[in-house]
């Protein structure tokens, strides 16, 4: 390391992007594009070490939750406090159970204010990102230890559609599925999940059952652009687990600049 140089250790979970360079004969290329620190960055202009991990990959690997995503992030730990929501712990920087937390949680970039974003199902992702702290500059007091963001499936132009239906033990039963509906200059997306079981942990004394795995969710996307230049993303999601409701709402706004190619990135 060159004196008067400082590297910010870091981790993002997030989406690679193909790309393919014309001036070299059509050979693919792989550029990874940032954007937890809130703009669109190369990997090469960002002094930081990063992970792919997309949403395909976390539906390959069965990741439904932040709790079971932990595996797969060096440094995270995720720990369930029941009617207190989750204890998310990054890099040893933990919350310790008080009002105010030391991971901020991010659903499309909405900050939650409370934890239960480990406790909620992941359905429909494109990616996680994971940012180690301290990030109190870009993402505030509550930022120490680092900050988690969900970004979701926006609508796409092309018709679309998908389920998928899975059966176990304990009578188990989960399905989740999408469909996506474009128009001319508007798409919606619709993504459900749901599951239901009698939980694999019996008390022997009355026969009562408990961990069952009762969730349900929905999320509706809708994309506008009235022009080229500009493309509105408005998203609500509602997510029920035991009797516990979770409601995230998002608006996002584009304009040209941001949908064109990053400061360092192929053209692709």
């Known amino acids: 390391m060159q004196p008067g140089r400082l590297a910010l250790p870091a981790l993002f979970l997030l989406l690679a992007a193909p790309c393919q360079s014309a001036a070299d004969g059509g050979a693919a290329l792989e550029e990874i594009i940032v954007t937890a620190r809130k703009v669109p960055e190369a990997i090469s202009r960002v002094p930081m070490s990063l992970q792919a991990l997309t949403g395909n990959s976390l539906d390959r690997r069965d990741l439904s939750s932040l709790y079971d995503l932990q595996m797969e992030v060096p440094g995270l730990v995720v720990n369930n406090r029941g009617m207190f929501g989750a204890g998310i712990a990054l890099r040893g920087v933990t919350d310790e159970g008080g009002g105010s937390l030391a991971i901020a949680p991010h659903i499309n970039g909405v900050y939650l204010g409370r934890s239960n974003l480990a406790l909620a199902r992941l359905f429909d992702v494109e990616r996680v990102e994971v940012l180690k702290g301290p990030q109190g500059t870009l993402y505030g007091r509550n930022a120490t230890g680092g900050s988690i963001n969900v970004v ?112 360092g990135a192929a053209n692709c």
């Open 152 to 263: 979701t499936r926006a609508p796409e132009p092309e018709y679309s559609a998908a389920v998928e239906a899975a059966f176990g033990t304990f009578n188990a039963a989960r399905v989740k599925g999408y469909v996506n509906l474009p128009a001319e200059k508007l798409a919606a997306r619709i993504a459900v999940v749901g599951s239901d079981s009698d939980g694999y942990i019996r008390n022997s004394i009355d026969d009562r059952r408990f961990a069952a795995e009762d969730y349900a969710g929905a999320r509706i996307s809708l994309r506008v652009q009235p022009s080229a230049a500009l493309t509105i993303d408005v998203t609500a999601q509602r997510a029920i687990r035991h009797g516990r409701t979770l409601d995230v709402t998002s608006a996002t706004l584009l304009t040209e600049s941001a949908l064109a190619h990053p400061d």
